[in-house]
């Protein structure tokens, strides 16, 4: 699946971004996507990911309480809406999908930049 990350920018500590996740030429049907993000010097993370049915949602610690992952109702756009942000939430982020059967995810796309200014 063909993926499009955008809605980083700049953002004060305690700011809200809306990331923004879509596919290209299909839906997200039979999928779990998921979103990650990567800082400079640092391992990519999970930062959480919902199946295509919103049949199941996961965060991590990290995100949990701040983050909240949702789709649209065709399923084609995941988003994923970031509040309370902090500096160390400051990372490349990017989608990725893996299907529901599956447990490779294939990051088919470039990210969205995130930095949060203290």
């Known amino acids: 699946v063909q993926l499009q990350a955008s809605g980083g920018g700049l953002v004060q500590a305690g700011g809200s971004l809306r990331l923004s996740c879509a596919a290209s030429g299909r839906t997200f049907t039979d999928y779990i996507i998921g979103w990650f993000r990567q800082a400079p010097g640092k391992d990519r993370d999970l930062v959480a990911f919902?199946?295509?049915?919103?049949?199941?949602?996961y965060y991590s610690a990290s995100a949990k309480g701040r983050f909240f992952i949702s789709g649209d109702n065709a399923m084609t756009t995941v988003y994923l809406q970031m509040n309370s942000l902090s500096p160390e939430d400051t990372a490349l982020y990017y989608c990725?999908?893996?299907?529901?059967?599956?447990?490779?995810?294939?990051?088919g796309g470039r990210g969205t930049q995130v930095t949060v200014s203290s």
């Open positions: 990725a999908t893996r299907r529901v059967d599956s447990t490779k995810w294939d990051y």
């Open positions: 919902i199946r295509w049915d919103g049949g199941s949602i």
